[in-house]
């Protein structure tokens, strides 16, 4: 099972930007569409965006489309996510998974597995 570690996270002021990294443990990473979830205190996990397995397929989630920007480097085995322009909402914990199943426009949290233990974002003046 691949194991995946997410980090970059931290304190930044509304406006500012931040790149979290998920960095995968072996090289069947690039066998798999790759995703962003987001969680919220008190709040269900909520899709960011996902990246098919060359990274020139992309698709976002309406509350992050045009500030944020997921890229993977294959050789690397590691996906990144650009936030630009953070808000206070887009304060949580960031979790990147694997595409497991589902359609390619699929949302749903129960079609990504082996989940990252999540690097924490707080976006705060």
């Known amino acids: 099972q691949v194991l995946l570690v997410e980090s970059g996270g931290g304190l930044v002021q509304p406006g500012g930007s931040l790149r979290l990294s998920c960095a995968a443990s072996?090289?069947?990473?690039?066998?798999?569409?790759m995703g962003w979830f987001r969680q919220a205190p008190g709040k269900e996990r909520e899709f960011v965006g996902v990246?098919?397995?060359?990274?020139?397929?992309?698709y976002y989630a309406d509350s992050v489309k045009g500030r944020s920007t997921i890229s993977r480097d294959n050789d690397k085995n590691t996906m990144y996510l650009q936030m630009n322009s953070l808000k206070p909402e887009d304060t949580g914990r960031y979790y990147c998974?694997?595409?497991?199943?589902?359609?390619?426009?699929?949302?749903?949290?129960?079609?990504?597995?082996?989940w990252g233990q999540g690097t924490q974002v707080t976006v705060s003046s």
């Open positions: 072996d090289t069947t990473f690039s066998n798999y569409a």
């Open positions: 990246i098919g397995l060359s990274g020139t397929s992309t």
């Open positions: 998974a694997i595409k497991t199943g589902g359609r390619w426009f699929t949302r749903n949290s129960a079609d990504f597995g082996s």
